[in-house]
Every structure is written in structure tokens, then in C-alpha cells.
């Protein structure tokens, strides 16, 4: 890894905003869900949520260009359960409807720990997502138009938040696990021997300072090793190595430790 990329991936980790999330509830169209990728990373949210039909299921390498190496996607099995566990984080749940309860985008706290629903393109949020929603949003219009392609109104909501966070100092601190800023350093700095690390099931070695990796010359045999061991098959299919094992990591308790 170059000193410049080591500063450059620190620097992405150092305004990771965790307790900040987005849950796509059955966004189906590759053009939405790229482009809401690329802005969560954009604004410094580290992981999204999705909650899928059978159709449309995940993007193909490049599609965000590059942004979900960096984005974390949590697939939930439903709604229910997805806002059940943004709750149990102490998150406020927010959903994009034009409803009598709704609220302009930005009379809403984003610094307070926040996860935001955005429907599908065609039918909109469900009724169960709205039904448990802390609060709904709405983004003004004055025109014939009726309602914003689901990725625009997601960017306009998740930079207000990123505004208002920036306002209070929210990206000033790190706040990032040094478990995944380890795991993420390594990915993005040593790619090709973190595929080699997922494909051998051999643990991430330690870095030092730089960035550089920290390990005896035995690393390096022991792993090519078990990599000369594996069969054919093996060694051929695709290995996706990025956000393994991360599960989705914001405890309310710590962040506040870390910001205070």
C-alpha cells in the first residue's frame, strides 16, 4: 500500500458516520441502488440495508463504481425485522411519504442517531414500514410533479443529514471500530492478499502504522501454502473478500463515548 492510499483510505475511515443508515425496502432498479451506494459513501455512512425481492438481488462488480467495496450492504429478511433492529440501536426510523404526519426533510434532527427507508421505485414505502416509522418525510415540490426518483430524494435527505452533522462537529472525530478500520484498511490497502486470506480462511495479519504489512516471512509461506493445497475449484470461483464477517456495528453507548 502507497503512503498516499494508507492517507487516503484513513482519511474515508476517519468521517465514517455509523450510527447513520439507509434501508432500501425493495428497490429493485441497478441505476437506483448504485446510485444511492455511491452517495451513502459519499456522505460517510458505512453501512445500508436492504431488504430485497427474489428479482432483484445485489449489483455486479463496478456498478457503483467501486462505492460498495466501501458500503457495507446488510440484506434483512423483512421490514419488520429490519426496523426492529434500528430501534434496538436507539436509531430514529424515518420514512419518505407524503402523508397528513409528514415533515420537510429538514426540520428533522439528523445528528441524532438516524436510519432512513426509501420504497420501491413503482409502489412506494409499504404500509408496515410506515405504520413503524418514528416519523415521515417529505421533500417540498411545487411543480406538476408528484414525487422524486427514489436515489434523488435519498441524496437530498442523507446530504441534509450530512450537513447538519458537519454543523456539529460529527465528522471531527473517529468513530469507526479499530476492528473494522483494521479490516478495511487491509482490504482496501492489500487486496490481493485479503482475496487470498477469505479464499484460505487465514486471519487479516496485524498492520503497522504505515499501513504496511506486519507479519514474519512464515506468513507469506504459510499462506501461499494453503493456497497451493486448495482444489481446482476452489481456487477458480469468485471470492467477494470485502466486509467479511461484518456485522452491522453501531452500539449506541460507544459512540456516545467517542464523541463526548
Not at 425493495?26 to 436492504?50: E, P, W, Y
Request: proline share 5%.
Amino acid at each position: 500500500m502507497t503512503p498516499e492510499r494508507f492517507k487516503r483510505i484513513t482519511e474515508i475511515l476517519d468521517k465514517r458516520q455509523p450510527d447513520l443508515t439507509v434501508c432500501m425496502e425493495q428497490v429493485h432498479k441497478t441505476h437506483n441502488l448504485s446510485a444511492i451506494i455511491r452517495t451513502a459513501d459519499a456522505i460517510g455512512i458505512h453501512n445500508i440495508h436492504a431488504i430485497y425481492t427474489t428479482e432483484s438481488r445485489w449489483l455486479s462488480g463496478g456498478r457503483a463504481s467501486g462505492s460498495q467495496k466501501w458500503v457495507k450492504v446488510t440484506e434483512q429478511p423483512d421490514t419488520a425485522t429490519a426496523i426492529k433492529q434500528f430501534k434496538a440501536q436507539g436509531m430514529q426510523v424515518l420514512a419518505t411519504n407524503l402523508s397528513d404526519r409528514a415533515k420537510d426533510f429538514r426540520e428533522i434532527d439528523y445528528t441524532k442517531p438516524t436510519a432512513l427507508i426509501l420504497g420501491q421505485e413503482r409502489d412506494g414505502i409499504s404500509d408496515e414500514a410506515l405504520e413503524l416509522a418514528d416519523h415521515h418525510v417529505v421533500v417540498p415540490m411545487f411543480g406538476m410533479v408528484e414525487s422524486l426518483n427514489v436515489s434523488v430524494a435519498g441524496a437530498l435527505i442523507m446530504y441534509e443529514a450530512q450537513r447538519q452533522r458537519l454543523v456539529a462537529g460529527m465528522y471531527d472525530k473517529p468513530v469507526i471500530s479499530e476492528k473494522i478500520r483494521h479490516q478495511m484498511l487491509f482490504e482496501g490497502g492489500h487486496p490481493i492478499y485479503a482475496e487470498l486470506c477469505v479464499r484460505t480462511e487465514t486471519p487479516y495479519p496485524p498492520l503497522d502504522e504505515d499501513g504496511q504489512i506486519d507479519a514474519p516471512k512464515s506468513w507469506y509461506t504459510e499462506l501461499k501454502d494453503k493456497y497451493n493445497l486448495l482444489p481446482a475449484g476452489k481456487k477458480s470461483r469468485r471470492v467477494d473478500f470485502t466486509h467479511t464477517d461484518q456485522t452491522f456495528e453501531f452500539e449506541p453507548n460507544s459512540i456516545a463515548d467517542k464523541c463526548n
